[in-house]
């Protein structure tokens, strides 16, 4: 039987006449007639009958309003139930994030969800270049994701794109690097080192290329690593130049690696989480959004 068709004849056996019941239905009274001819015919009893210039319940009708009040309960209870679903996080949330953001921003994020107690993350760490995050969107429910600024952006007519840091890209050099004393570096002073870098396609290879397109500047790539701690200890044992992002190399030991600006010119790149269309609207989603948006504040606060 149709739930909206047994809300009208409660309420008509509520209020006593069809015109009251449209009334509280906020619709008119033939479409009420209308709900209690369907309803009548969909259970083949006569459920109401002619009363002077009104209608009134049969038997079968009042027998039927009792069912029917023990049915509508049940769904308001559903309904309370899923309400408390969107308000609170809860269920499992998949993540996937590239290894250095995790490195960033994982160890706090999981102590900012410590307290939703019905909310499971799920996260896996994926070496992925901007051209994958929308593979990645179809099986994820947040994709944390790093490009070039000077990169087209996430196509946001299919996703939702949600910034969370820029971080800029610094050069990081051997403690007794001759440039190592500088408080900034010009790109130039750099062309004939011996560079380390992340694989092609990767966002920090993407700003090494474009500084070389804005510079004239082109860099000579001797080892594509992935994994930025190989590369720092790389560096640091003198076998080479990287560009590295800066929160992720905070704390850096000076004695070790030299981190410093690149001069005159701007290099950086976006950690943005991406998402379905919709899916932040999930209370479980969006706790990790947030959570996420507060642990970047805090590593560039």
């Given amino acids: 039987m149709d739930i909206g068709r047994l809300r009208t004849l409660r309420e008509f056996a ?27 015919a969909e259970v083949g009893l006569p459920l109401t009958e002619p009363a002077g210039r009104g209608l009134r319940l049969t038997d079968a009708g ?22 408390t679903y969107r308000r609170s996080p809860r269920g499992r949330v998949r993540l996937a994030l590239f290894p250095s953001a995790g490195l960033l921003l994982l160890p706090g994020l999981l102590h900012r969800l410590a307290g939703h107690d019905r909310l499971e993350l799920d996260v896996r760490d994926v070496d992925m270049p901007p051209a994958e995050v929308p593979g990645l969107v179809a099986d994820y429910d947040v994709v ?35 440039l ?61 130049t990287a560009l590295l992002p800066r929160y992720t190399l905070a704390g850096a030991d000076e004695r070790r690696l030299a981190c410093r600006p690149l001069a005159g010119i701007r290099a950086a790149r976006l950690v943005e989480a991406v998402a379905r269309t919709g899916a932040f609207d999930r209370p479980a989603v969006a706790a990790v959004l947030a959570a996420l948006r507060a642990e970047a504040a805090a590593v560039t606060g």
């Fill in 14 to 40: 509520d209020r006593g006449s069809v015109t009251a019941a449209a009334r509280a239905l906020h619709c008119t009274p033939s479409a009420v007639s209308q709900q209690l001819r369907a309803l009548q």
């Fill in 62 to 83: 009042r027998a039927l309003v009792a069912r029917a009040d023990e049915v509508l309960a049940a769904v308001a209870r559903a309904e309370s139930e899923l309400d």
């Fill in 144 to 178: 944390v994701a790093h490009r070039d600024e000077y990169s087209a952006p996430f196509d946001s007519g299919r996703m939702e794109v949600v910034p969370l840091l820029r971080e800029p890209l610094d050069v990081v050099l051997p403690p007794g690097h001759p």
């Fill in 180 to 240: 190592a004393a500088r408080k900034r570096v010009d790109l130039s002073e750099l062309a004939e080192e011996r560079w380390i870098c992340a694989d092609v396609g990767f966002p920090v290879d993407d700003v090494l290329r474009s500084l070389a397109v804005r510079t004239g500047v082109r860099p000579r790539v001797v080892y594509r690593i992935n994994d930025f701690q190989v590369i720092e200890a790389l560096v640091a044992a003198g076998h080479g």
